[in-house]
Each structure stands twice: as C-alpha cells, then as structure tokens.
C-alpha cells in the first residue's frame, strides 16, 4: 500500500538518503542549494512517500525572496529510481502545493524540466524577470501561482530568506 504523510523531525536520515541515491553528492553544487544554505525547509510543507512502510520518496519546499518578496522554493522532490514512472512524485507535488495554498503562500519557484513540472501548473518564468545567485539555465525557472495575483510582484533577485 502507497501512503503520502507529512515529513517528521526523525525523516532526516531517510530523506538524506533518497536524495543521495536520487541526485548523488553533485546536488550540493546546484545554484538551487545556495538558497537552501543556512535555512531550514518549510516543515509544514515535507512530505515523505512510502510503499509498505519503506521509503520511496521525498518533497520538501524552502523560504526565498524574490526581490524582497516572500515566495517559496519547491525542491528538491525524489523518487527513488526502482520506483518512479509510477507518479509518486506528482502526487507528492499535488498534496503539498495544495497544503502551501492552504497555508497562505502565494507564489512557489523551481528550477527543472518544463513538459514535466506543467502537469502542476508550472509555466517558465519570463526571460529577466528574476536572478538567481549562481549559474542557472534560465529556461529552467519556472513558477506558479498559489493565490490570485502572487506572481505579480515578483521580480529581482532570488535570495535566501532568514
């Protein structure tokens, strides 16, 4: 049986270790995980995927601002790689930008594939609108709206909340 349940303060290790065996040690040099040093996830917005109890997969989103205003940054969302295809990873995206919207954020960001993350909503964000702090392929940026009018302010920098 698949289940999809908030993420807990012991999840650590196990996300930690669907993340290596997703992205390997490289992820730590992608511009996205700039934003992320120093910042903890949005707890309220961690989800975990599991399969008869085991781990399959993981969502986590972090605070950003984007010049100034509040928004926040999908990513990054794993599925370890016996297991995608299945659509783990679009459920996941699903209950957590639902549980965002509920929460009152506005807007959310990522850097990723366009065709895939458009399944939820995601549109790229247009060219020179934002700057990200570090090398990014531009066409990569994308957003989405959680509330009416969250994507019209935000333009500038990328930069770390807190």
Do not use: C
Not at 44 to 63: F, K, N, Q, S
Not at 121 to 136: I, K, N, S
Request: hydrophobic fraction near 40%; charge should be positive.
């Amino acid at each position: 049986m698949i289940t999809y349940r908030p993420e807990r303060p012991k999840d650590g290790p196990l996300i930690e270790h669907v993340l290596d065996v997703s992205f390997g040690p490289g992820r730590f040099a992608k511009t996205a995980y700039r934003l992320r040093e120093g910042v903890g996830p949005i707890d309220a917005l961690g989800y975990v995927v599991e399969e008869d109890g085991a781990p399959r997969g993981t969502i986590r989103y972090w605070p950003v601002l984007i010049g100034g205003t509040p928004s926040i940054m999908l990513g990054p969302v794993a599925v370890l790689p016996a297991h995608r295809g299945r659509g783990m990873a679009i459920q996941l995206m699903k209950l957590s930008l639902a549980k965002a919207a509920e929460l009152g954020h506005r807007s959310v960001i990522l850097v990723g594939d366009e065709p895939y993350y458009a399944r939820v909503g995601f549109t790229r964000v247009p060219a020179g609108r934002m700057t990200m702090p570090g090398p990014v392929d531009y066409t990569r940026l994308l957003w989405r709206e959680l509330a009416p009018g969250g994507l019209d302010e935000l333009k500038g920098p990328i930069t770390r909340a807190g």
